[in-house]
């Protein structure tokens, strides 16, 4: 027994050490493989941001990739010429030249600060254009939709921790899913019940924040049929992460379909019915609403969804009235007052004089 044990001492294989010429070679051969099979993972990847389905997503992707090709001409000359003058001048090419007192050259200073000049130029010019003819706020022209279809209208609330979208024209609401026909505009108007969130589907549009007492707004439109994913791109507590829809862009009798089984359900938004839905609660199922209450999501933005509650927009009304109202009174004093009589100065028993005041508050 004792023999065998140091047979299979001798026989067993000693453990690799990290410095064994054989190892190195292995993890150096090895590691481009490694880099290789992690960037074929990455190509299964859905990169939605830059090849999305909507024209103002599409404008926004092409925004993107033109300023990180404008950046990367400065970028990536500035690399390799870092890596070049490190591996020319370096201490063992003796071959190189060496010059000690030069420390001057107006050609190189004018391509130094001439291409990043040029390049901030156009990278300014070409974000205040896109700005501009991407302002969520603006509707879409004649060449981004046509004429002959009347825009859909979406009233976006956002909730704890769910989405409701309501469609005033089609009297109807859903939580947490949403749709549009292909090539027909969409008017979202947007708020929040509670905390400040973030309206996010990156196929259609870029994301528009969602707060409380305030509306915001986003003209879209979906360009191919199919079926993307909504979120709420801003934290808002315990819930976030499950707060999620889906999007669907359906030709035009698909999306006439959508709405008939949402008034089919028989469901009704009424006030008393949105109070216990704004409720907290995560991971909310879809519900459907064949009818809502007239003028809900106004009353969501001025907070008087409980009809005891006073609107924000009647609250400031009045305090505007009370403000000119005392403005006008003070501006009638001023008119009307009449100027005193003779006034005594006291400067002392013997000597007085008389002032007139011709201003008195």
Known sequence: MIEIGKVNRRCASPPARADDPAVSSWATRSSPLAALFCAGLLTGCDMVVLHPSGHIATQQANLLVISTVLMLLIIVPVIVTTLFFAWRYRASNTAAPYTPDWDHSIQLELLIWSAPLLIIIALGAITWIGTHILD????????????????????????????????????????NELAAPVNVPVRFRITSSSVMNSFFVPALAGQIYAMPTMETRLHAIINRSGEYEGFSANYSGAGFSGMRFKFFGMSTAEFRDWVQKAKSSGQTLSRDEYMKLERPSERETVRRYGTVAPDLFDAIVNRCVDITSPCLHAVMMSDKRRAAAAADMRTSFALNRQPDPLVCTNRSPTESALLRVTERY
């Not at 022209?141 to 859909?152: I, L």
């Not at 009233?155 to 009297?171: M, S, T």
């Open 136 to 175: 969520p706020y603006r509707p879409l022209d004649e060449r981004q939709a046509p004429r002959d279809f009347e825009a859909v209208n979406v009233e976006v609330v956002a909730l704890d921790w769910k989405w409701l979208f309501i469609y005033p024209d089609e009297g109807i609401a859903v939580v």
